[in-house]
């Protein structure tokens, strides 16, 4: 689970769709012993294909150990949509148990408020 704000824009160039959005968040895992994972990133998506790549630097913890992780991201996304397969990179204390190496995460950014700059 993960629940967090961001700032998305929707643009095109030309006759190709483009996003882009930069954001805050906080992974949440239940189980034996909860998992936070407070998380900075972003992404972009453009083109007909709708390719999506984002970058993720999350920090999980289980209030006893913790570990820093960067997460590359691939996919496919639009304006305020994205599926994409992520591999979690260790930065620190690689034996950190209890996140996978692997993610498959689907996203929708819920628009709250709208500005015009």
Not at 2 to 22: E, K, L, Q, R, W
Not at 82 to 111: E, H, R
Request: with cysteine; charged share 15%; aromatic share 12%.
């Amino acid at each position: 689970m993960d629940i967090g704000i961001s700032v998305n824009n929707n643009f095109s160039d030309g006759h190709h769709p483009a996003s882009n959005a930069y954001f805050f968040s906080n992974e949440i895992k239940l189980g034996n012993k909860v998992i936070i994972g407070p998380k900075i990133g972003g992404w972009v998506a453009a083109g007909i294909a709708a390719m999506a790549l984002g970058v993720n630097l999350i920090y999980y913890t289980d209030f006893d150990n913790g570990s820093l992780v960067f997460r590359p991201e691939v996919g496919i996304g639009l304006q305020h949509f994205k599926i994409v397969y992520g591999y979690n990179a260790g930065l620190t204390n690689k034996k950190f148990s209890g996140i996978n190496q692997n993610q498959v995460a689907a996203v929708y950014c819920f628009k709250i408020k709208k500005s015009r700059l």
